[in-house]
C-alpha cells in the first residue's frame, strides 16, 4: 500500500483555497473611465439584472456581465456598482464591478462623487430596524 504523504488530519482545511488573501487595489483601478459611471442598485429582479439609478438621478436596467453574474448574490439593493452605458439600447446598461466597503472608503476618503446612500456588496442587512410586536392569545 502506497504511503500518504500529502495528505493527513486537517488537509483539507488547510489548503490554499481556503485562504483568506486580501488585494490592494489602487485608486486609479476604482475610478470608472469616460464610458462608465457610478450606479446604484435600486432593485433586485433576478437572472443578472437589476434595476440601477445613475448619478443624474435617471433610473435603468441593469444587466450584469458573466463575471458579475457569478456573484450576482453579492450584488444588493442600495450596492455601489460601475456601468457601462450601451450605445444601441439606452435604457439599458452593463454592471462591470460591484464595490466593496473598502473601496468605497477610498473613493470617499478620496472626495469622488458617490451616491449618498450607497452600501457594499458585503454588508448584510442586520435586523437594527426589527418591529416588536406583542401578540395575545384569547383563552379558547
Same mark, same amino acid.
Given at each position: ?32 473611465? $469616460? ?6 442598485? *435600486? ?5 443578472? +439584472?437589476?434595476?440601477? $439609478? /445613475? *448619478?443624474?438621478?435617471?433610473?435603468? *436596467? ?29 435604457? +439599458?446598461?452593463?454592471? /462591470? ?9 477610498? /473613493? ?20 437594527? $430596524? ?9 383563552? *379558547?
Amino acid at each position: 500500500m502506497v504511503k500518504n504523504t500529502k495528505g493527513g488530519k486537517g488537509a483539507k482545511q488547510k489548503a490554499r483555497k481556503n485562504l483568506n488573501i486580501t488585494v490592494s487595489v489602487k485608486l486609479d483601478d476604482l475610478l470608472p473611465t $469616460e464610458d462608465q459611471c457610478f450606479a446604484k442598485v *435600486l432593485k433586485v429582479f433576478g437572472g443578472g +439584472r437589476f434595476q440601477v $439609478e /445613475l *448619478l443624474d438621478g435617471t433610473v435603468v *436596467l441593469g444587466v450584469s456581465s458573466g463575471k458579475i453574474r457569478k456573484r450576482s448574490y453579492n450584488c444588493k439593493e442600495g450596492c455601489l456598482v460601475c456601468i457601462s452605458k450601451r450605445d444601441f439600447q439606452q435604457d +439599458r446598461v452593463d454592471i /462591470l464591478y460591484v464595490y466593496n466597503q473598502d473601496e468605497i472608503q477610498t /473613493l470617499r476618503s478620496n472626495n469622488i462623487a458617490l451616491p449618498q446612500d450607497a452600501k457594499a456588496a458585503t454588508n448584510t442587512d442586520s435586523s437594527d $430596524e426589527t418591529e416588536d410586536v406583542d401578540v395575545s392569545f384569547a383563552n *379558547l
